[in-house]
């Protein structure tokens, strides 16, 4: 898979998505966007990989916004479709079904950290910035900013960083729940590939329904999400990995997953 705007390795059934426009840090363009599309709709039924790493190029940004000059030729109706556009690219990305870890070096802001919100697992380096700062530009987030990031953070501090438009470090993204880690810049892909290879010891079968399990937290009442909780916990009692964890477990052993 080759693109212009993204480079993207594949090793050890983990995918590692590197959004490559470090002149303008990594802010996202129509063409970077539409090569985002194609990508994980490819990574969504590819047999080998079972986990995504997404990051920016370089140690300044990990995705610094929306290119600004696409924004200022939109109208009431091209903004709603521009709009539309993001937002069904990033819901991709949070329906996967496989995981996605954020890895955020650097700038995060606007498009970039509403990227972020989408992703599963988010850490970040302890130079990272978070921000959704459209009210500088007399707009609103418009991929999906103003929802996930509520639901993340809650309504307060969500209401305060969207209406505001400021930025705040890593360490106050860890404090509120943005993000789980923070670590040197250094370690940050290290680390997230740590994480990718505790994610791919587990069965692969739960994860991905804990993934929709968890989703339907964010989009439905808690009755329905229960509802759909319970379903897909009956789903995997009726697996193979299930009666391979459940047996090693009592033989003390390491399970033998086979996704199955």
């Known amino acids: 898979m080759t693109y212009s705007t993204l480079i993207v390795t594949i090793t050890n059934r ?18 970077c ?5 194609d990508l994980f709709s490819k990574l969504k039924t590819n047999p080998e990989v079972d986990v995504v790493v997404l990051t920016g190029s370089g140690e300044k940004a990990f995705v610094a916004g ?4 696409e924004l200022t030729k939109l109208d009431a109706v091209s903004g709603k479709e521009f709009a539309a556009n993001g937002q069904s ?6 329906h996967l079904g496989k995981p996605v870890i954020a890895a955020v070096n650097g700038y995060a802001l606007g498009g970039g950290c509403e990227i972020a919100l989408a992703c599963h697992i988010r850490i970040a380096s302890e130079n990272a910035k978070f921000g959704q700062p459209e009210v500088n530009l007399g707009i609103i987030p418009g991929y999906g900013g103003t929802q996930r990031l509520a639901r993340l953070v809650g309504a307060g ?3 305060e960083m969207i209406l505001t438009g400021n930025q705040i470090d890593a360490n106050e993204a860890l404090r509120i729940g943005l993000v789980t880690k923070v670590v040197p810049q250094s370690e940050l892909l ?6 990718a290879k505790t994610i791919l010891s587990k069965g692969q079968l739960a994860i991905r329904m804990s993934i929709k399990a968890i989703n339907a937290t964010m989009e439905a009442p808690l009755n329905e999400g229960l509802h759909i909780e319970a379903g897909l916990f009956g789903e995997c009692c009726s697996t193979e990995d299930f009666r391979e964890g459940t047996t090693a477990f009592l033989e003390k052993r390491k399970p033998v997953f086979k996704g199955k």
């Not at 966007?33 to 599309?37: N, V, W």
């Not at 929306?66 to 000059?69: M, Q």
Request: charged fraction near 25%; avoid cysteine.
């Open 14 to 31: 983990i995918a590692t998505v590197t959004i490559n426009r470090p002149d303008k840090l990594n802010a996202l363009n129509a063409q």
């Open 33 to 37: 966007k539409s090569e985002l599309r």
């Open 66 to 69: 929306t290119d600004i000059a």
């Open 89 to 94: 690219i990033f819901d991709l990305i949070q």
């Open 157 to 159: 501090r969500a209401m």
């Open 190 to 195: 290290a680390t997230a590939e740590s994480i």
